[in-house]
């Protein structure tokens, strides 16, 4: 079997689905219900690219398997994206016109923080799953596995600094604002 077939071969395995083959794209469409992978992924094997295949079948499950967390991102998405969109530029609107709005773009933000939020579980979850699929179908060796679950934790880990940033620039916004206020 060539290398490059692995993926959909991890794919059928778990869940009797292949995988849209997409130009730059590494991420699970619940629209389509199928993960969507790199091309350019695929054409050369790795771990880190099993790795990423098998975290993005674990979303494919989840969404099959009707997770609470993945349904909850899910419907909170439409609404992070618009809130991420306007609560920088409303905040700052805010500051020269109306503490109204900066009050509004600090609440989109928060949106967007809480979505960040849910996030966090649902990858940690994915790639726990991915971790053991790849194990119970010996995708990998024992030797493979700490660098695969090392890739794994590093992509998690991401989710997790873009959390801690979020809170941060929300901790920021609230002191501006705050400063501001008292000028009234």
């Known amino acids: 079997m060539k290398k490059s077939v692995l993926v959909n071969t991890i794919l ?22 199928l993960p969507k992978l790199d091309v350019a992924m695929l054409a050369f094997f790795s771990l880190a690219a099993l790795a990423v295949a098998a975290h993005e079948t674990g979303h494919a499950i989840q969404h099959n398997e ?53 996030t966090l579980p649902v990858e940690f979850n994915a ?21 695969t679950k090392s890739v794994l934790s590093a992509a998690a880990l991401t989710y997790v600094a873009a959390v801690m940033t979020s809170i941060l620039t929300l901790m920021r916004l609230l002191i501006i604002s705050g400063a501001g206020r008292r000028r009234d």
């Open 12 to 33: 059928a395995a778990l869940l009797g689905l292949a995988c849209l083959i997409t130009v730059l794209v590494k991420v699970f469409s619940p629209a389509a219900v």
């Open 66 to 118: 009707a997770y609470l967390p993945l349904s909850l991102r899910s419907l909170m998405a439409p609404v992070a994206q618009i809130a991420s969109n306007v609560a920088i530029p409303l905040f700052i609107l805010g500051l020269f016109f109306s503490y109204t709005l900066t009050q509004v773009g600090i609440y989109m933000f928060a949106a967007v923080v809480l979505f960040q939020l849910v």
């Open 127 to 147: 790639s726990s799953r991915a971790m053991a699929a790849l194990e119970k179908y010996g995708f990998i060796t024992a030797e493979e596995y700490p660098g």
